[in-house]
């Protein structure tokens, strides 16, 4: 006859339930993590329950209950036991290859944990005829079977499975899961050792609330997949979410909706009501439906993962977003209607990952348009990302292997009748050797920082050209693009290349958008100012593109201005064309500064712009851009000599 203490049980029971009712009470969406761990908590409750039950029932009531329900609950308890081994084991193992790429191995030692626990089943369904784990005499007394301690044994192989995964690929664990493994397995070995020389006092539930308590502290902690001011889950359980789906193909929609100018916000009514509007957006989309998990993807960024089910369902949840976001919000005695950005992805079983998602919502949002700025996820946006994608490729490559050319493109000087400047472009070519458009590859680079190498790249070329030059050349252009003005060597790298070869500064023009003034109007200003005190002097790119503010352009020291073709396209056809082109052109002339019109493809406009005074000429009219071999070709052609000076 045995005689167990319940102690620990009745103790570990009691802490294993206030640990579950502390973690569902939290406000949050369970990722797979949180649901591996619901899972541990209740099978330890369960189990516990089990124990107490069966060591009840045999101590006290075993003449009373028939037999086949002693081998029930203890049969239950023994399968629970080992089940709760292999979850945690499982889990555990999730942890360890989370940042693998080869998954290989993880599901393979996941197969032979659910092949030990199934064999360890088969051993206790097959235990009321066999009687290897344990039996029942005829007055219903637990008797240890000779497999008895088999459960014990299978526990530590997985153990020591799970503690050599963890120390081959050490290097790839994170703090978190590196202290579990030094606490766990030890903490666990010695408790089974100490049941297994003491087996009447069940360390069984402690074993596992111990377990559960230091995953609880590792890898459930709030912070880790919870944003702290909404309540919802934040970027990484998403990514976590949107994995899982990935991995069992299960079709989803996420609707992704950023709060333009919420900066505004801020500004007008404090970060405190700030914060306010953030929960009650999180909070109306958390509310949308029971379906939809909403995370805060970024500090103006939500998202809403709904199961996809047809594109009837798909459109209902982004009108009822869209919808919402066109009404006011009142927060307090605010009501404000907020603008957003708002673009979906379907995902139907493609070949795809969840960094290919991310990227492709922001590139979503960032071609959002409209009143209501809401892109839906189409097979056009799709493919024009994935050419963006490959053109981005194209042109790392073209940077790493040095291939991308700079075409020159003259400008016809009107007062003067030659070609005296010109305007670097920069070309790529693809792999069958037809030439991309700056105006697709140039963006790209800026949103992906490698503006600067093609600037540096570009600047190296006009510099050698210049420095080598014969043709009456006297300045050439270079394009930069706004992002270029922060960095903090750009006034010392711009001079020492033009001492590398000798240029005169003077003979070096930078061409500007005006969507760089409307960043950091002082800060450009100062860059400006010091380039021109060097003698290199600022072009005006675009003029009339639709960033113009007139009276910021007032404080730039600009020595030029390049009429855009869109001005310049009606012209001299067009009477309100012409009103302009000739009013610009006298009032930058006014201002002192000169004039380029950009675009002029045929006679008669270049003809007009000559007499009202434009300064110089770039069209297809006068000359293409063309490659440097040809570019002196023609200016040797043109017996383009020069005899004046270097003018701003
Ligand atoms: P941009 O600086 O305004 O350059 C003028 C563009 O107008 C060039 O296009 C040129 O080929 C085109 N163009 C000139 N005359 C005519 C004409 O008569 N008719 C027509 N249809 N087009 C004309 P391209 O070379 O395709 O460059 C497009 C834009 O890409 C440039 O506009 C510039 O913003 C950017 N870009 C080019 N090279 C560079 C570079 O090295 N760095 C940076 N940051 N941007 C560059
Ligand atoms: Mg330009
Ligand atoms: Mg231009």
């Known amino acids: 006859m045995t005689n167990w203490s319940l102690t620990t049980e009745v103790f570990s029971l009691v802490v294993s339930i206030i640990l579950l009712f502390n973690y569902r009470g939290r406000k949050w969406h369970y990722s797979r993590k949180s649901k591996f761990y619901l899972v541990c908590l209740s099978t330890t409750i369960v189990s516990i329950i089990l124990n107490i039950l069966c060591v009840h029932s045999i101590e006290n009531a075993a003449g009373y209950l028939p037999r086949w329900f002693h081998m029930l609950i203890n049969s239950g308890y023994f399968v629970l036991i080992l089940f709760m081994v292999t979850v945690v084991a499982c889990y ?27 064999a360890y089943m088969a051993l206790v369904v097959s235990n009321p005829v066999t009687g290897f784990l ?16 088999v459960g014990y044994y299978l526990m530590a192989v997985e153990v020591l499975i ?47 609330v111990i377990t559960d308590i230091i995953m609880l502290f590792n890898f459930q902690s709030h912070r880790i997949e919870v944003d702290s001011l909404t309540g919802l889950g934040n970027r ?39 914060d306010a509007f953030l ?23 939500f998202c809403v993962l709904f199961p996809y089910r047809n594109e009837e369902q798909a459109e209902f949840w982004v009108k009822a977003v869209q919808q919402r976001f066109l009404q006011p919000w009142v927060v307090g005695e605010i009501k404000v209607v907020l603008p957003v950005r708002c673009a979906e992805v379907v995902y139907q079983g493609e070949q795809w990952n969840c960094s290919n998602i991310f990227e492709f919502i922001n590139y979503s949002l960032r071609h959002t348009s409209g009143k209501d700025g809401l892109v839906r996820f189409d097979q056009k946006l799709f493919a024009c990302w994935n050419r963006d994608r490959e053109v981005l490729s194209l042109l790392r490559q073209a940077v790493r292997d040095n291939r991308l050319e700079v075409w020159y493109q003259p ?14 472009l920069i070309r790529m070519r693809d792999h069958d050797g037809n030439l991309i458009s700056p105006s697709v590859f140039i963006p790209l680079a800026e949103e992906n920082g490698l503006v600067d190498e093609l600037t540096w790249f570009v600047l190296e070329e006009i510099c050698r050209f210049l ?19 922060v960095s903090s060597d750009l006034i010392q790298r711009i001079e020492d290349c033009l001492r590398r070869y000798q240029v005169q500064p003077q003979r070096l023009k930078i061409e500007i958008t005006e969507r760089v003034l409307s960043e950091d109007v002082e800060r450009m200003c100062a860059i400006i100012n010091r380039l021109r005190d060097m003698g290199v002097c600022f072009y005006l790119d675009d003029f009339g593109t639709g960033y113009s503010n007139l009276s910021s352009l007032l404080g730039i020291p600009i020595s030029c201005v390049k009429l855009d073709r869109s001005i310049i396209s009606g012209y001299p056809h067009d009477k309100h064309s012409c009103i302009m082109v000739k009013t610009i052109v006298h009032l930058f002339h006014q201002m002192g500064c000169r004039i380029v019109a950009e675009g002029v493809e045929d006679e008669l406009a270049a003809r007009q712009l000559r007499l009202v005074g434009v300064d110089w000429i770039q069209g297809f009219y006068y000359a293409k851009p063309m490659p440097v071999d040809m570019f002196t070709a023609f200016l040797s052609q043109k017996l383009n000599f020069s005899d004046s000076d270097n003018k701003c």
């Open 92 to 118: 555990l193992l999730e942890i360890i290859y989370e940042h693998i790429y080869e998954q290989r191995w993880m599901q393979r030692i996941r197969r032979v944990f659910i092949g030990i626990t199934a």
């Open 134 to 149: 344990f039996w029942f005499d005829a007055e219903n007394h637990y008797l240890r079977g000779p497999l008895n301690r």
């Open 162 to 208: 799970i503690l050599g995964c963890a120390l081959l690929n050490w290097k790839h664990l994170n703090d978190s899961a590196r202290q579990v493994i030094r606490t766990l397995p030890p903490a666990v070995i010695l408790l089974t050792i100490f049941q297994l020389l003491y087996p009447d006092n069940l360390l069984n539930g402690g074993i596992m």
């Open 236 to 274: 990484g359980c998403l990514y976590q979410q949107m994995e899982r789906r990935i991995r069992l193909q299960s079709y989803f929609q996420v609707i992704v909706v950023s709060l333009s100018r919420f900066n505004l916000i801020n500004q007008h009514y404090g970060a405190k009501n700030g």
């Open 279 to 301: 929960y009650e957006v999180g909070r109306w989309m958390d509310e949308l439906s029971p379906e939809g998990q909403v995370y805060r993807m970024g500090n103006v960024e």
């Open 411 to 424: 400008l016809y000087d009107c007062k003067t009748g030659r070609y005296n400047s010109a305007e670097a």
């Open 467 to 485: 420095g080598g030059e014969r043709y009456g050349i006297e300045s050439v252009s270079l394009n930069m693009s706004a992002q270029q003005f």
